[in-house]
């Protein structure tokens, strides 16, 4: 299957600083990608979808000027967390879909692990 | 058994017996379903996926089940084994778009 990279694999921050973190899809263009956050014993909660060259479209309850999302290209998307603070570590994985006959799978990174002390 | 966590539920079954992980969906809307396996601090695996137009479909050692009439998944893996400690998660795909919603999920136990 198709492979999504993502990095870092774990990051601790500082309260109130600000984090970057970098999904590429490694063997496909991808024009639709998706972050999701996920805190312990719980599911994935879709958070945005990055679109290549347009703004974000955000998951009502997610605030867009905390998470800043970029779709610079159609292998890369970025996410920043902004102004961190410990409510915010969490379990941040991202997604890119890739359109085959029957339907559109999606591929998964590894996972980025923030923890913000 | 199954049982109800803090969060996510709970199945247990002894190595070598058959698992039924159950899932239910929310969007009458949506016509692609994927099974996902997530190990501890990975990301989620592609298991397997249907199309809304198909009941069942298998592949090895897993079975989806999909009943549209009440919006129910089941994920049928055969021989467990305990490399299929993980938790499971169900997500749609709503039509004619590329967005997943997931299920709540569910831990499965694998008991040597």
């Known amino acids: 299957g198709a492979v999504v990279s993502q990095h870092p694999s774990w990051v601790i921050c500082k309260s109130g600083t600000s984090v970057k973190i970098e999904c590429r899809s490694l063997?496909?263009?991808?024009?639709?990608m998706f972050w999701y956050r996920q805190f312990p014993k719980q599911s994935l909660m879709l958070m945005a979808t990055?679109?290549?060259?347009?703004?974000?479209?955000?998951e009502q309850g997610v605030e867009k000027d905390k998470f800043l999302i970029n779709h610079a290209s159609l292998t890369l998307s970025t996410l920043t967390v902004t102004s961190a603070h410990p409510e915010d570590s969490s379990f941040y994985i991202c997604?890119?879909?890739?359109?085959?006959?029957?339907?559109?799978?999606?591929?998964f990174g590894q996972g980025t692990r923030l923890t913000v002390v | 058994g199954e049982s109800v966590g803090l969060h996510l539920p709970t199945l247990s079954v002894q190595e070598g017996d058959n698992s039924i992980i159950n899932c239910a969906y929310s969007?009458?809307?949506?016509?692609?379903f994927i099974w996902y396996k997530q190990e501890s601090g990975k990301g989620p695996q592609f298991i397997i996926d249907?199309?809304?137009?198909?009941d069942k479909r298998q592949g090895q050692r897993v079975t989806v089940l999909l009943n549209k009439t009440v919006k129910h998944l089941s994920l049928q893996i055969a021989a467990t084994q305990p490399g299929d400690s993980a938790v499971y998660f169900c997500?749609?795909?709503?039509?004619?778009?590329?967005?997943?919603?997931f299920g709540t999920g569910t831990r499965l136990k694998v008991l040597a």
């Open positions: 969007n009458s809307a949506s016509d692609y």
């Open positions: 249907i199309r809304s137009n198909m």
């Open positions: 990055s679109n290549e060259g347009s703004k974000a479209t955000y």
């Open positions: 063997d496909f263009q991808a024009t639709t």
């Open positions: 997604s890119a879909s890739q359109k085959k006959t029957g339907g559109t799978e999606a591929f």
């Open positions: 997500a749609e795909n709503i039509s004619g778009t590329y967005k997943y919603i």
